[in-house]
């Protein structure tokens, strides 16, 4: 049925419980493959310079979002492998993150995207959604699993 599930992760309980249901979703589907995406917000060299506390080298946030995403991705593998996942592979990006899903599955040719009702940060956009999840489910090209 599914041969490419996209699971977005940041972290948050509900991103690891979109994880444990796109396993379960493998174990029926063996031949399938999990891709783990952690998107981060991507900073300019003006948003970092406008930072209170000024470090002796100008490290730019993008350097250490993208390293606390990586360790996000790797985590998250851990996870999947110790459940029994096979063929999962991480990737991190950085951007608007429900625009980077959307794009990243359509890139992947995913065929299911899974993610969490709401993220580590969650607005008033999405109501009952948290709005990355609202704004995944409204674009994507393919069916999005909202755990």
Do not use: W
């Amino acid at each position: 049925m599914f041969k490419k599930m996209l699971v977005a992760v940041d972290g948050s309980k509900t991103s690891l419980k979109a994880l444990d249901k796109a396993i379960a979703l493998q174990k029926l589907m063996p031949d399938a493959e999990i891709y783990i995406l952690c998107v981060f917000k991507h900073h300019s060299l003006f948003e970092a310079s406008l930072s209170i506390e000024r470090p002796v080298e100008l490290d730019i946030p993008d350097k250490v979002l993208s390293d606390y995403a990586k360790g996000v991705v790797n985590h998250a593998k851990d996870l999947a492998k110790d459940h029994g996942a096979t063929k999962v592979r991480g990737f991190v990006k950085g951007g608007r993150p429900s625009k980077v899903i959307v794009k990243f599955a359509e890139d992947k040719e995913a065929d299911l995207i899974v993610v969490g009702t709401r993220g580590t940060h969650s607005d008033k956009d999405g109501m009952l959604l948290g709005s990355v999840s609202h704004r995944v489910a409204s674009h994507a090209k393919c069916p999005v699993l909202v755990v």
